[in-house]
């Protein structure tokens, strides 16, 4: 198969637009969505506001390539947690324990700045309905693996499971508590973990262990 090779002019462009988003995370994590402005962003990067419009004619333009860059990187982990080895159990503890880790992390603040400014929610939603679709089925798979396992219970529908799991690695009370440091990730993901599985669980299972 033959190679796609970049041209010097292709990468110098492609890590121009890294360096961008990168730039422009930073401000929106200093300033928040609405004092955030290109002008201070092309500074930075140290290119003209004119260069950074060929890349992003406008900053709700460079603010969902933001999202859409943290989502890819999200789904990337799902993608990694479902094809590893072990129950189905401890897949779901990998992807909460990724999930409230990044809350107090630079990606989970900047999922929250974004979604936090009202104006940019019919967008981010747009977006946002494409890369979460993927995920749920991911995430629907891996729970009807868990039921032909015997792990869960099959009286328990999917989707009742699947909604409660996706509500639960996107709590905004959970980002208060780990922000606030009462309780760590690995806290939250054994106390949660507790109360999901313990409540999925096939009965016949529980009682054979």
């Known amino acids: 198969m033959r190679e796609t ?6 990468r110098q462009r492609q890590q121009r637009e890294e360096l961008i988003l990168q730039t422009a995370a930073e401000v929106l994590l200093e300033k928040g969505y609405h004092e955030m402005n290109m002008e201070e962003v092309a500074a930075r990067v ?6 950074l419009y060929l890349h992003f004619p406008r900053k709700e333009d460079l603010v969902l390539a933001l999202l859409e860059q943290q989502m890819q990187d999200i789904l ?3 993608h990694q947690a479902a094809i590893a080895p072990g129950s189905v159990r401890s897949r779901l503890e990998c992807l909460l324990q ?7 992390g630079q990606r989970g603040r900047i999922l929250y700045a974004l979604f936090g400014a009202v104006e940019l929610r019919p967008l981010l939603r747009e977006r946002h309905h494409t890369l979460f679709e993927q995920f749920s089925t991911i995430l629907e798979r891996l729970i009807d693996e868990g039921k032909s396992s015997g792990e ?3 009286a328990i529908p999917t989707s009742i499971m699947l909604h409660t799991f996706t509500s639960l690695l996107a709590s905004y009370s959970f980002k208060r508590l780990i922000l606030d440091d009462t309780v760590s990730p690995d806290e939250l993901v054994r106390y949660v973990g507790q109360i999901f599985f313990r409540g999925v669980a096939n009965p016949l299972h ?4």
């Open 5 to 10: 090779t970049l041209s010097l002019k292709e």
């Open 46 to 51: 140290g290119i003209a506001k004119g260069t």
């Open 76 to 78: 990337q982990s799902v």
């Open 98 to 104: 990724i999930s409230y880790t990044r809350m107090k």
């Open 152 to 154: 869960f219970d099959t």
């Open 206 to 209: 529980v009682s054979e262990a």
